[in-house]
């Protein structure tokens, strides 16, 4: 039977297997994509820094050096044999498999090139471990280090925010709200709204984890009523109605919780898989602190069957809807969905608390 899946990560060793003989045949310039249009910048980054890349043109009819702002730079693509690799090592973290990620990131450091390039190799294989270390609940001191050990190392590269905004959530996972802070106030020295929007998010969350709820509500509320001029900005408007929901289930408000996660919902694009993986989540969340574990149900099996390309998010609905089918009176459901939970995903922390209680 034909896998998908198996197929894409054969595909992506595949390039970095054949990097170093396409590079040694032809030459291709590296390529800036940009969020402002759709035509692609192409020629040679000449600098790199947290605030922009500088790239010699090499298309007819464009002389001088072109400045890119950092929050206009969609992705880089780096010319050369470490350039693709590098991509390949990408390709296999933006699909979930860090260790295989890891491995890339190693081979993509063996085939040389740039200074930018080693740098954006030695940042993904800091990033690759980071969003395995929030996947699992594992080896977050050791993810902590990376990232720093990368800042030390590089204290002003396009990678700085970037890099805070992971040191941050690793920070949160580890309950140290303080330096958590620090971090998100260094996201919150970019000169874009978008930027500033999630630093202001981030830091509401950690308020919340330090129960100022009071605190963390006016810091949603804000953003929230800022106005939002592109789609990121968008997207961060909705993910400051969706943090704030969490305050008003800490003060048992589950009905404006309610309203304010369907209206989310209701305004999002479906196409917004992960604010909208977020939202049922957060709606089943709230519906089962209210004793509703029907509708809970239904609101976790929406990113079952809806949003499963979310990992973290469709491993946590299976492992609530496996404990809801227990409650509703459906073992042979509920043994179905921790089965597809452990076959999915065994290496989550949720799959791990379905073994570990034997019930649930």
Known sequence: MFDRRQFVLVSLVTVATLAAS?????AV?????????KTPL?????????TGITVKPSQTGKTGDVQVPIDDVAEVRYDGAAGLALRAAAGLERAGEYEKAADQYQKAAAAGGSEFVAQSIAFGQARAAAAAALATRERLDEAIRGLEDFRTKYPASRHH?????????????????AAARQAFAELDKATWPELKMRAANWDGRALVQEGKLDEAEAKFDIVAALPAKTPGEKIE?????????????????????VATLR??????????????????????????AADKPKDALLAYLRVDLLYSTERTAHAKA???????????????DATASRDKLKRLYPNSPWAKLSSGDGSS
């Open 22 to 26: 396409l590079a040694s045949s032809f």
């Open 42 to 50: 192409r020629g040679t980054i000449t600098a790199e820094n947290s």
């Open 318 to 332: 299976l492992f609530v809807t496996a404990q809801l089918w227990d409650r509703l009176g459906r073992p042979a």
């Open 161 to 177: 925010f970037a890099l805070h905004e992971l040191l941050g959530r690793l920070l949160l996972e580890k309950k140290n709200t």
């Open 237 to 257: 408007q909705q993910q400051a109605l969706l943090a704030r929901c969490d305050c008003l289930v800490a003060q048992k408000k589950h009905d404006e919780a």
């Open 263 to 288: 209206r989310i919902i209701q305004e999002s694009p479906p196409e917004d898989a992960e604010l909208q993986a977020a939202a049922w989540n957060n709606l089943g969340d709230v519906l089962r």
């Open 29 to 37: 310039a590296d390529d800036v994509e940009r969020r402002s249009t």
